[in-house]
């Protein structure tokens, strides 16, 4: 399975908010359920991170997105749910 969306932010200081992508079955403000995932990066900043079940801090993605582009995000699964 993919998914594929465009992303940009177009206001907020630089490293000051994030962009992302929410993936998962429960309410994103309430997301603790194992699957729920927020994939984020910080426009100006070299930063992604995954929040979540098999998630990872912040992490060097070789560029720094820029505020108002629109930047491609990818996930790939194999479509398994992966749970705790």
């Known amino acids: 399975m993919i998914i594929q969306v465009r992303l940009t ?17 429960h309410v994103p403000a309430e997301a603790t ?3 729920d995932n927020n ?3 910080h ?5 992604l991170r995954v929040e ?3 998630g990872f801090g912040n992490t060097s993605v ?6 108002g582009v629109m930047h ?3 996930v790939t699964s194999d479509g398994r749910v992966i749970s705790r």
Request: hydrophobic share 30%; no cysteine; proline share 5%.
């Open 39 to 41: 994939i984020l990066f």
């Open 9 to 25: 932010s177009d206001s907020g200081d630089v490293g000051g908010h994030n962009v992302g992508l929410y993936l998962g079955t």
């Open 62 to 67: 070789g560029f720094s997105p820029a505020q």
């Open 52 to 54: 979540g079940f098999g």
């Open 43 to 47: 426009p100006g900043v070299d930063a």
């Open 33 to 35: 359920g194992s699957g």
């Open 72 to 74: 491609t995000l990818r």
